[in-house]
């Protein structure tokens, strides 16, 4: 390797002479910018080395063009004329400075400059390509969700099954009393301060308008959350103050329990102060077909008039 480096720096130190001596030849003529490509490619290929490949032509080629070029500046043509005037001192620090420029043409070449824009066009690619992947993913995903969302319903929710609670005139009660009925059911607590009066009242209003709309008869179920104050006496003045053919249902703890999980209800206790405390719990209605399976449920965001038009919608579509 330091063999072929030395051989190239000689190789340029030769070419150097050859353009120290064209620098003192008088033409004035055509610029020389146009015409030392030509002249001095000859003598380039008596340099060069057969073996030595293209690429080093072509560094030899940018070497020696750059300093032809620098040779024609007015900027340098003015220190030459006065050079001829001069002693022989002056010239060979002319060739000197002419030597140095000659080193800093090929260590400032467009090598590093092409490979740098060769590099961004690459990752320029590259980000393009993967932001092509991702928007192509993307549209799947969501071709792939809507195809879910409209397709056919598949099954059942497991919504609903068999209890047996006692109803508000102190009567046992099973899902088996309500079969042949459209049933509304609503869980809660006579306790409740706000929130179950005013999902009572909203679904017994519903039931009124189905009945003038429709004509079909919907039957009201209220169950209680809190079997440990919702006594049937208790839960039987409750529902009397929102609807005469509202059915108040409570029972033990274990079965309370029960008929929750089988409707995937929450309730939970919250902070107790002696016997006075809140029960949490989903706000949800359920409405249940004439088999007492579950067709669907209603939440705290519809009004009386979409709980009625909802329901009458799920009915018709019951039928066909």
């Known amino acids: 390797m330091a063999t072929i480096i030395s051989r190239n720096v000689n190789h340029l130190r030769y070419v150097n002479r050859c353009l120290s001596q064209f620098r003192r030849l008088p033409i004035r003529s055509p610029p020389l910018a146009d015409t030392a490509p030509l002249r001095t490619l000859p003598i380039l290929q008596s340099v060069v080395p057969l073996g030595f490949g293209i690429q080093s032509l072509a560094i030899y080629q940018r070497c020696l063009f750059g300093t032809s070029t620098a040779s024609v500046n007015p900027e340098n043509q003015a220190p030459n004329s006065s050079g001829e005037a001069n002693s022989g001192n002056g010239k060979h620090s002319g060739g ?17 400059w092409l490979s740098f824009l060769l590099l961004i066009a690459t990752g320029a690619g590259l980000i393009f390509y993967y932001d092509k992947q991702k928007k192509q993913h993307i549209e799947e995903i969501t071709s792939a969700s ?21 109803n508000h005139d102190g009567k046992h009660v099973t899902e088996k009393d309500l079969l042949g009925k459209w049933t509304l059911i609503y869980f809660g607590f006579t306790h409740c301060p706000d929130i179950c009066p005013e999902e009572l009242q909203k679904l017994v209003a519903a039931v009124d308008k189905i009945k003038e709309k429709a004509g079909i008869e919907i039957v009201p179920v209220f169950i209680s959350v809190d079997p440990e104050r919702d006594t049937v006496e208790q839960v039987g003045e409750y529902v009397k103050e929102f609807h005469p053919k509202l059915i108040g249902l409570t029972g033990t703890p274990d079965e309370i329990r029960s008929v929750a999980r089988a409707y995937r209800v929450y309730y939970m206790k919250t902070a107790e102060e002696d016997s006075d405390y809140l029960v949490d719990h989903s706000i949800v209605m359920y409405l249940m077909g004439p088999d007492m399976k579950f067709v669907k449920f209603f939440g705290k965001n519809n009004d009386v008039d979409s709980l009625a038009d909802g329901v009458i919608k799920e009915i018709k579509q019951y039928k066909k």
């Open 146 to 166: 809507e195809a879910v969302k409209q397709g056919p319903s598949v099954g059942q929710a497991a919504i609903g099954g068999p209890f047996n609670l006692i």
């Open 96 to 112: 000197s400075h002419q030597s140095n420029e000659s080193g800093k043409s090929v260590r400032g070449g467009p090598v590093s």
